[in-house]
């Protein structure tokens, strides 16, 4: 694992109440997120696949997928749709897993500590407490701090990722350093988020659309623009 940055010594040790998914929970959460991504797909005609998933091998389905499913946190709608009509005739358990999808929390945000079980992150508000998914938790986290773009999900009472880490930043320069610290501790203080309830509520008062700045926005739509050229 990577060497600690300042930023993680004043990070206390949150409890997580869902991590590490076991096969059962696996296939429910990439299969429902599968059928989620391939409707849409259908809705707003992003790439030609006929299904979408952000599981497997294949980095060129796996970058296809990534790019559909940030158009998808970009058009809450969508869930909306898919939870209360069921337009893929999909398994009800899958629709009750989708459904408070509709409060993704969508950010850039900084991690600031990361182990096997959970990882740290902050944005520009709270600190969130996000548990592993197939892998150890901070599997894809390069350096800390570092800067990601991350969908958090409620999934089983808990928060998980949707399956894709975009790297905005892998480390900061070193005199953000003390700032990011000072900011890490004031909200590791302030609470950590770390239950699905939370998160929704937390969502519910900083709408996922608005969260991410034109400026950044744009930087995003070129990165994806190429992920999906190189495919």
């Known amino acids: 694992m990577q060497s600690r940055r300042p930023a993680e010594k004043d990070a206390q040790r949150p409890r997580v109440p869902y991590s590490h998914m076991d096969e059962h929970d696996e296939d429910l959460f990439y299969e429902t997120l599968a059928e989620l991504l391939t409707y849409a797909n259908h809705v707003l005609g992003v790439v030609d696949d006929p299904t979408v998933s952000l599981r497997g091998d294949d980095r060129r389905l796996l970058d296809r997928g990534a790019v559909v499913s940030e158009e998808l946190w970009r058009h809450r ?6 939870a209360n009509t069921n337009p893929l005739g999909v398994a009800r358990d899958h629709l009750e897993v989708a459904r408070p999808w509709r409060h993704a929390v969508r950010d850039a945000f900084t991690c600031i500590d990361a182990n096997e079980d959970y990882a740290l992150y902050i944005n520009d508000h709270r600190a969130f407490a996000v548990g592993a998914m197939r892998g150890n938790a901070d599997a894809h986290v390069h350096d ?4 990601m773009l991350l969908t958090l999900l409620p999934f089983k009472g808990g928060i998980v990722t949707d399956g894709k880490t975009v790297h905005l930043s892998r480390r900061p320069i070193p005199s953000a350093l003390g700032l990011i610290a000072r900011q890490a501790r004031e909200l590791v203080h302030a609470g ?18 608005s969260q991410i700045s034109a400026r950044l926005q744009r930087v995003i739509d070129a990165y994806l623009s190429q992920l999906l050229a190189d495919t």
């Open 77 to 82: 709608w969508i869930i909306d749709d898919f």
């Open 144 to 147: 800390i701090p570092s800067l």
């Open 192 to 209: 950590v988020i770390a239950t699905a309830d939370e998160l929704v509520a937390y969502e519910r008062e900083h709408p996922g659309e």
